[in-house]
């Protein structure tokens, strides 16, 4: 007996005796001596009984696995039979001093599954003597676990009879006698499999080579297993490539090995535990030979992550085992074998199903909406992720579309959630992971979260993971600029205030006690109030407070019976438990805490109301004063309704960077005095087999962690497995809207953040190819613009591209445009009235020198040869909007944070990837992205003649065009033709222009093109605007402007050096870190 039972046997001292002898009486036992032929045996049929219609073993086995010895593990599928044909014998000596010189090939079949063993006669001997060995065992009471439960499952009166197997030994078997030999073999293993009680045991699973993963559907064909030794080490892992690959260091382990159609793993037996998971990549390769594997019968199996080292005990099994896994892996895994376009890791996939978001509303319900929909896995990676976000607003549910309450109510159902987040510098950073791994680990034991990397050990400080992913069932995963977090929910509106109604309409007021929350909403439209049932009631004893105000048009008489009015709407505030309340985190919280927090800041607002009322007249209903109408109208209105953004997710990060993060809904800027600074961005979602390699790439980072973090080490933090291609087209959810593209993804990544040997750069080619390919246009949206390679502090060369390719155009006489849209100025934290912080301008004079700047810039190397006809094909321009806060004109930049490029209404990418060296050159920050190519094509038109558009692109390029030139609230805006001349110079050059024009001339806003030093920024900020001087011209003109376009100010500060001192922090950092 093993010493895990013995040592089981001795915490229990009265069995102690019995167990020692039950021992000794097993250790006396000889298996030899036990008769090789049985008597007739009876047979169990009931597993020939048909399999039920698309029976499965459920992905989620693979979270389940138990030690290989356990009596109920689950291997086979139910109700499926195994056939087993021997097809084939070789005889691989003619020696007759060999005991089994006859190879006997088994072909086996269970379900949808088929593999082939290789055994020897000697081999069917142990099996036999085993499985009677095991067979006298279950007649002893021995009191341990495992035969407990085995004497159990064996249902009663289940034949035990083994059948019979032939006594003489192959090499006096003569070549005439073969033929019988195998069909014997063949009739004898037939009938065991048949048995269950001897068809689950351990002896006989090793025997046919199945295990816990042999089976299950999405991870696809069945290849060979079985037994090896492994020898610890080979991983690269920067800085410790040396580790486990001497022999003072490396040790032998025994592993069930296991080849599947796209990885191989091994697996702990004892635990059942996956221990490792090798992916298949191009630089896969299996080699023999103590050369390559230093050691007598080794195989070495090489990807770019690994070299694993495995031993076999005999020449022949290891040449048999490399064989085998080659073949398997160059029959259902050459996808990854070859070199694909960009050098992706990817294949370029037919058929995908895919969709676009223009701003996070949409992009956030349908998230939402497949997170509820997930069945096994989800997958998450953010550079930033907050816990508590709503993902369908306004919030009229609850919790219930709150990102912690869905994760929590899908852990609850079984499915698994992995989520890996950026581990910042917290000198540099004020994100807080930290907190975010905290409160998501908090919510149950299905969710793991991992951070990385751990600077110091890594030495990794200047790179980020940019990457945002939410991968469903390995089935369905956006991808884009989009992480879960404060600031980004926004819909094409891009508000500038948020003080508490969603609109202007009475609503009846909540009951006063919580109901449950409610049920999710099943379509694309927003929730509605569900409005109490009071029947029987009227209005004014429903609301007795609102019922008098609109008796007096909103005005009361006297201080004392404001004060009685205020009195009583906190009373009422008070008796529904909606008074202000600190801020909690789903950790601790339940439906009705949250209803406190969504509405906790109405008291304040109501001390507000109570102090305008105290001092001048209440607006009446029909006075529409800004913000303070949108406080005073009506009870219904000051409870009733629920804020777009809460708490950290109302924010203005130049005016104010996030603090307090484990505050969730505590405002850190005022909302009555500084506008919100909206946020543009794009995502995508795709399904199918694009879907597969977005969630590889997940689980290649995910398990990379796993292994340079001891402390995710742990059995808790499993490895993840990909699912099989084969099965990519089995969808379980598919999302509304979706149309068939050609679809590819494209990363950047490294040894620091996959583990891989050579960095990938797909995303930096693909841009270079699709610009230098393109006809007609290219549009880009993006948060940075850093390029044009001097191959010093900048090496990217998306800038030169574009120069060629417009210099092409210009040459060839040909109409071609280039529109970029990008950010007024850099997200970061500074006073732009005093020209910015030293992070702003040193991002500022990148993007400038990239744009207008120097020897190397696009406008510079253009102005060589065409002089000032640049400005027919290139086209910089940010995005504004304006609206009334508190009564006061405001006005605040959009900030752009897409990462997108649109060309010639065909094809798009889209992902995180910014335009600049962090993102483009894979070595440093790593990034995914998908370029969408149309394979469906619809009329249009191009340069005013007849076109045939991509659906995908070109429905991307009109939404995005209506959207930022006013075409959804002026039809009469034509944006079908992006080259034509009547376009570009009566709709795109004179609509930014002109509303760049206004609001400067409104609001004198920052940047601008007649501030070229900081003399100018004085004088320039001395002079007020039309808003202060008189705002009812400034109301007029402010009606002029169209949509949210503006030209981009290329001479702003162009006469300063924006790059930092040396004395400061910016200055002292590294160049590469702003490039």
Known sequence: ??????????????????????????????????????????????????????????????????????????????????????????????????PSPNIYTIELTHGEFNWRVKRKFKHFQELHRELLRYKALLRLPIPTRRFTVRRQTVKQGEPRTMPSLPRSSDHIVREEQISSRRRQLEDYLTKLLKMAMYRNYHAMMEFIGVSQLSFIHHLGPKGLEGYVMKRSGGHRIPGLNCCGSNKVCYRWSKRWLAVKDSFVTYMKPDSGAVAFVLLVDKEFTIKLG??????????????????????????????????????????????????QRFTSFASVDEGILSKWYVNAKGYFEDVADALENAQEEIY????????????????????HWRLDYILKRKALQGVKIFVMLYKEVELALGIN????????????????????????????????????????????????????????????????????????GALSPPTTTPTPTPAPTTNNNPPVDRVPDTSGETEETRNPARIRLERNGGEEEGGRMRGATWLNLVKRLQRQNLERSDSVSSSDSDWFTSKQNLLKDRLANLRKLRHLSANSD????????????????????????????????????VYKDWIQLDKPFDDFIDRYTTPRMPWHDIAAVVHGKAARNLARHFIQRWNFTKIVKAKYRPVSYPYLLPKSMSTASELTYQVPGSMAARVQVLRSAA????????????????????????????????????????????????????????LKAYRDKQRYRVYLVTPLMPGFEGDIKTGGGAAIQTVMHFNYRTIARGEHSIIERLRKEMEDMWMNYFSVCGLRTHAELDGNLV???????????????????????????????????????????????????????????????????????????????????????????????????????????????????LPSDHVRNNVDLVAFNAKSGLNTEDPAKAAEELKKIRGFLVQFPIYFLSEENLLPALSTKEGMVPMEVWT
């Not at 998450?380 to 919790?399: A, C, H, Q, Y």
């Open 1 to 98: 007996m093993s010493e895990h039972q013995q040592g089981s046997f001795h915490r229990s001292s009265p069995l102690k005796g019995v167990a020692q002898d039950i021992s000794q009486l097993m250790e006396k036992l000889d298996t030899n001596e036990l008769y090789l032929e049985g008597d007739e045996t009876d047979i169990d049929t009931t597993n020939e009984t048909k399999a039920s219609d698309g029976a499965q073993i459920p992905f989620s086995a693979v979270y389940m696995t138990k030690g290989f010895k356990e009596a109920d593990v689950q291997i086979y599928i139910t109700g499926a039979p195994i056939k087993a044909h021997v097809v084939d014998v070789e005889r691989f000596t003619s020696t007759r001093k060999v």
């Open 290 to 339: 103590i050369k390559d594997t230093e050691t007598k019968y080794g195989i070495r199996i090489e990807n770019l992550s690994r070299t694993l080292i495995i031993k076999c005990n005999s020449y022949r099994h290891a040449r048999w085992w490399g064989q085998e896994i080659e073949k398997f892996i160059c029959e259902h895994a050459a996808v990854y074998l070859k070199d």
């Open 380 to 399: 998450i990676t953010d550079w930033w992720l907050s816990p508590e976000i709503f993902l369908k607003r306004p919030v009229m549910e609850g919790n």
């Open 433 to 504: 992971s930290g907190y975010s791994k905290r409160t998501l680990m908090k919510l149950h034991p299905n969710v793991k979260v991992m951070r990385h990397p751990d600077h110091v050990s890594s030495t990794v400080y200047l790179w980020a993971h940019h990457e945002k992913l939410v991968v469903i069932d390995q089935s369905v995963a956006f991808v884009g600029g989009i992480d879960l977090a404060y600031g980004r929910w926004d819909d094409q509106m891009h508000r500038l205030t948020d003080v508490g109604s969603v609109t202007r």
């Open 618 to 653: 209440l607006p009446t209903p029909d006075d529409d004063s800004g913000s303070v109408r949108s406080l005073c109208p009506d009870i219904g209105q000051l409870v009733g309704q629920s804020r777009f953004w809460h708490g950290k997710d109302y924010c203005n990060f």
């Open 751 to 806: 040894d620091w953040s996959c583990g891989i040997k050579y960095h990938e750069e797909s995303i930096h080619q693909a841009y270079m190819h699709v610009i230098e390919n393109s006809q007609h246009y290219i549009y880009i949206e993006n948060q940075f613009f850093i390029s044009c390679a001097d191959n010093k502090n900048v090496f990217n060369g998306i800038g030169d591209a574009i120069v060629k390719r417009i």
């Open 891 to 1005: 006005t605040e930049l959009i900030y752009v944070h897409s990462k997108m490029l649109i060309a010639d209404d065909r094809t798009v990418i889209i992902g995180s990837a910014n335009i600049n060296d962090r993102s483009m050159l894979g070595k440093r920050d790593s990034e995914m992205a998908v370029i969408v190519e149309d394979t469906g094509h619809v009329p249009s038109v191009m340069d005013g003649e007849e076109y045939q558009a991509g659906v995908f692109a070109l429905h991307l390029r009109l939404h995005c065009f209506r959207l930022i030139l006013g075409g959804f609230t002026d039809p009469s805006i034509d944006v079908q033709d992006p080259v034509s001349e009547k376009f570009f110079k009566e709709v795109w050059i004179p609509t930014s222009a002109r509303n760049a024009t206004i609001y400067e001339k409104v609001f004198r806003c």
